[in-house]
């Protein structure tokens, strides 16, 4: 077994898995009434829908960085020998899923000494560097090797030495045995859940699951996105904003005339998550409401004509759903400075989506919820006090909605182009979007008043961090872009005591200009105009220091986990 050295200190440690340091996200329990309100059939269903995903989590480990599972055998051994440093250490492990991470005050986080998370994570060989690898892939792409430079630059390939070269081998060769392990269990699922539908989307991602095929995921992936009125959930979520690696072809101007030759469209590596739930029949009707706004919300988009879009003017294919979880394995379930509260797959760059197929959101409810005590010290340490009667945390969850259904608004494809500020871009389009159409909202009936004035204020409020961000950090980087427009905008500003004032009127044209200029910039299809609007915009500002000191001191917050007891039950039988 290999030996590891941790890199915590005891009081590090201690400190780091202290309650006050480490905030709780439970899912759902085996006494909750969402369990005990299923069909029996339903019941064993979702125990073999667990078992897949928390497979899925271990592939998911190794893609994360390689040395994840030797660390975590090191660790569980340790432990067995009383070692009092390993079990705090496998606490933070468990919680972030892996070796390094990055904690909510964006310090990077190393659990075994001498091991740095890598741009290349468990993607690549260890020792290349970018350097080599851009010079690899031109060698192979004057040698003419065109078709095995774009499995190396596809979504879904590990990547492995050979000779001088670099070769590619599909996720599903790579992992052969568990995802065939992860089939079974899907299958067995499929055999005793109650609704057909779901029983079909099973079959086709288990048949996935066991050929290295892309056609076979979009056939998965459209019947996952017309689920509408099942029992229970289950995603595989593959979404690529870690892998540092791939996106770096844009940097290099000679690889990038190369691969604009030879018509190959590089698209960063795939993560993996697992997602089990139960859906939530209220919340669902809630969210479907907004369904019938989005062609308007389409056609209202800036130059609208000049792109396609995922949701046209005169159809809508896009489904939703309010999940309580049971489960969130891999990617999805990662604290790493913060966790997921929402998704809107398939992406742009699934063959999903250029086959015609639609998307579907699936909202997380466990993960939203908030401590009222917390809450309010952060709201008496820095809103202004007059506007602590628009704050409501409900409207974060309506602005949510707005966000994911704007990931199917605006332009559909090439926007790779713009390499690693690609994420941080759509990101920051879906955020805007979201803000810039709650005064149309509101005139067409969906939006209250009150709510309107909700929404802003509350996002506003909440759009300060405890510290500057890395650029690896997509979500991070473009809330710190907004703030510093909206400043800019005289959207907000600090009162005397430095506390925010939300200039209410102000906030929704911002955002309209600015989610303007991020069309513009999607649609140039450029890695320069991308790297010019993010460095334009990612400034920390005073303001944003002197809230971010405040935020420290009313919340101690360093790391997350996520507890599943009924998961951890399914597991068990």
Known sequence: MTNFELNLSLEELEKRTNKEYLTEKKMLSENSKEYLELDNNDKIALKHLVKAAYILEKINTILDNRENIPFKNWLEDEIKKGNKEAKLTKILYDAQKGICAIDTESNKISLAKNIKELPQK????????????????????????????????????????KDNELTAIDYIDYF??????????????????????????????????????????????????????????????????????????????????????????????????GRVGIINKKGTEALLKIKDYLPILASNMPYKDEYEQNIGHNDNKQTMVDVDLVAITGNVGEFRGGITLAENLPNNDKLSIKMGGGRRNVYHRQIRTLDPVKLQKRLDATLDKSQHKYYLDEADHWFTIGHENAHSLGPNKGTEALGKYT???????????????????KELGYYTKEQ???????????????????????????????????????????????????????????????????????????????????????????????IANKLKEVNKTLNGTVISPLADKLLCD
């Open 122 to 161: 468990g993607l690549y060989p260890e020792d290349l560097t970018v350097e080599e690898f851009h010079k690899i892939l031109i060698k192979m792409l004057n040698e003419n090797k065109i078709d095995e430079v774009k499995k190396i630059l596809n979504q879904r390939s590990v990547i492995e030495r």
């Open 176 to 273: 052969k045995d568990d995802f065939a392990l992860m089939a079974e269990e899907l299958i067995l699922a499929s055999e005793v859940s109650t609704d057909k539908d779901f029983n079909e989307y099973l079959k086709l991602q288990a048949e996935a699951l066991k050929k290295a095929d892309p056609v076979l995921d979009a056939y998965a992936d459209i019947k996952w996105a017309q689920l509408q009125d099942t029992p229970l959930e289950f995603t595989i979520t593959r979404e690529n904003y870690q892998d540092e690696m791939t996106e770096t072809v844009y940097e290099n101007d000679e690889l990038h005339k190369l691969l604009k030759k030879y018509e190959i469209e590089p698209v960063s590596k795939d993560f993996l998550g």
């Open 423 to 441: 994420s941080i871009i759509e990101e920051n389009k879906a955020d805007m979007a979201s803000l810039a159409f709650v005064d149309l909202l």
């Open 452 to 546: 309107r004035t909700q929404i802003i204020v509350t996002f506003v409020a909440d759009c300060f961090l405890k510290s500057k961000p890395e650029f690896s950090q997509a979500h991070r980087v473009r809330t710190v872009m907004q703030n510093y427009f909206l400043f800019k905008e005289g959207a907000y500003n600090l009162t005397k005591e430095n506390k925010i004032f939300v200039n209410i009127d102000k906030v929704v044209p911002a955002a309209k200009k600015m989610l303007n200029t991020i069309i513009r910039v999607q649609m140039s299809k450029s890695f320069l105009e991308g790297e010019k609007y993010v460095k334009e915009n990612f400034v920390w500002t005073d303001e944003m220091e002197i």
